[in-house]
């Protein structure tokens, strides 16, 4: 039976170690198969000790194996092997990478002439300069009057205005 209970804490110790590695090696869901199977050897030799620890060894894999599993992910990433295995956050990407992100920001509210019919993309005229734009919805016109509402990407968002008398 002492021999039986280091099987059952050998197997439940190889089972979170393989869990680990198929955190950090592309095994393609074979590691998991294989931690699992250990954890379930573990639990039927539980069982063959009595009923009371194979169904105590379930509730505390059940709980315990999830709680190890996100300490890993939580914990591994801040690791020294860890920095080196996983890669660094993206940073918060802006539109100051095109100087022209902040012109065409700077053009919301202004309105202008459509160059083209816009379906819903072509080309507007707004303070002399010819822009590319998106018709916020449905299609606008060539020659109609437009206004600016907002930007997206590297176009113009437009709205037809009608046009005063």
Do not use: C
Request: zero cysteines.
């Amino acid at each position: 039976m002492a021999w039986t209970i280091v099987e059952i804490i050998l197997l439940v110790a190889a089972g979170l170690m393989i869990f680990l590695l198929e955190t950090v090696i592309p095994s393609f869901g074979l590691l998991a198969v294989m931690g699992t199977a250990a954890l379930v050897g573990a639990v039927v030799l539980s069982f063959s000790i009595s009923n009371v620890l194979g169904i105590a060894m379930i509730v505390a894999l059940l709980v315990g194996v999830p709680l190890y599993l996100i300490g890993v992910f939580r914990v591994l990433p801040n690791t020294f092997i860890g920095r080196r295995l996983f890669l660094a956050k993206m940073p918060e990407l802006t539109a100051t990478g095109t100087p022209q992100a902040q012109h065409y920001e700077s053009l919301i509210g202004q309105t202008g002439q459509a160059e083209s019919a816009l379906r819903p993309v072509g080309i507007v005229r707004i303070q002399g300069q010819r822009l590319p734009a998106l018709a916020e919805s449905g299609v606008i016109a060539m020659g109609a009057t437009v206004k600016v509402i907002a930007t997206d990407g590297m176009n113009l968002v437009v709205r037809a205005v009608a046009q005063e008398a």
